[in-house]
């Protein structure tokens, strides 16, 4: 970090050189900080629901195929690759800095195990059989009615730490069955909306639990020819009662009934498995000695711009 450089804000430092420059600074007695700060937003993956596009035509649109995927991967083990475990496993949409996470304390994991889904490999297998997937001699998963291998893509952006996620996933579902895919977005595709709202598979996001009950998983959000493309729900997750949900928590002002719609919203959105959840991401903040004040508010670095320092 030069000299002439005083802050480095999320986005412009990875959480492994963040770690590497805390431990040499550290070592040298510099006096510099790093702050490794979490966030709402979640490293996810947001999952292709419409029967148009989705891809294994007979797999990944059933719930119990969603759950197998989810389940045959050690999250714990990819919290730890990814943040070094500085993070944890996002079970649900509520983090525990969002506003609303009282509401739903004691339905999430630990609390309440029903959202938990861990890994189990042996559960994984009994899903994907009882789905009428079995492995091929290849050791690829073969839908016995209809002959479809299970072929997945998922989208991630370019990025050493997007395609090492994506790799360690690869390597857990490789082991049940899954040939996967990573598709490394070219800057043209990344922004073209109808590309990314058309795919067959999954696409890495990291939006936050609010901006989902904030519109994002409504279904009038769905991006289509109608609307230009213009939807972020390019999952196409549609679901009458969660929509109910969004419109009504954007009106109600009664905490106690503002409670109860999240309450419900957290088996809306947990229960279909639209979004395979991964982990809170971690935030670095680098400053040099002497600068005080810069810290996550709101999950945003700049929302408290007006405390910052330099001594």
Not at 109 to 116: D, K, L, W
Not at 138 to 149: K, P, T, W
Request: glycine residues 6%; aromatic residues 10%.
């Amino acid at each position: 970090m030069s000299e002439s450089v005083d802050l480095l804000l999320p986005q412009g430092v990875d959480v492994q050189l963040a770690l590497e420059l805390k431990e040499r600074w550290q070592r040298d007695g510099t006096g510099h900080q790093v702050l490794m700060e979490t966030r709402e937003g979640i490293s996810q993956w947001e999952i292709m629901l419409n029967p148009l596009y989705a891809k294994p035509v007979n797999g990944i649109t059933q719930q119990p195929v969603r759950q197998a995927l989810l389940q045959a991967v050690n999250r714990k083990d990819l919290v730890d690759v990814m943040t070094f475990g500085l993070s944890e496993i996002a079970y649900t949409i509520y983090h525990r800095d969002d506003e609303n996470y009282p509401y739903v304390r004691d339905l999430v994991p630990p609390q309440n195990p029903r959202y938990e889904y861990p890994y189990d490999v042996r559960r994984a297998e009994q899903l994907f059989t009882q789905s009428g997937w079995t492995k091929g001699a290849d050791g690829i998963l073969v839908h016995q009615a209809s002959g479809e291998r299970f072929e997945y893509n998922v989208m991630t952006r370019t990025g050493s730490d997007r395609f090492k996620e994506a790799s360690v996933v690869q390597d857990y579902w490789k082991t049940i069955g899954v040939d996967l895919h990573i598709e490394v977005l070219t800057p043209a595709n990344q922004n073209d909306n109808e590309y990314l709202s058309k795919r067959s598979g999954a696409s890495f996001n990291s939006a936050s639990g609010s901006n989902f009950y904030a519109r994002r998983g409504h279904s009038g959000n769905i991006p289509s020819p109608a609307n230009r493309w213009t939807g972020n729900n390019r999952g196409h997750f549609s679901s009458p009662v969660a929509d109910r949900l969004i419109e009504a928590i954007e009106v109600t002002i009664n905490d106690q009934e503002r409670g109860n719609l999240h309450r419900q919203m957290l088996d809306a959105i947990t229960e279909p498995i639209p979004f395979f959840l991964w982990y809170y991401d971690i935030r670095p903040i680098v400053m040099l000695k002497g600068v005080s004040g810069p810290k996550l508010v709101n999950q945003t670095s700049t929302n408290n711009v007006w405390e910052w320092d330099k001594k």
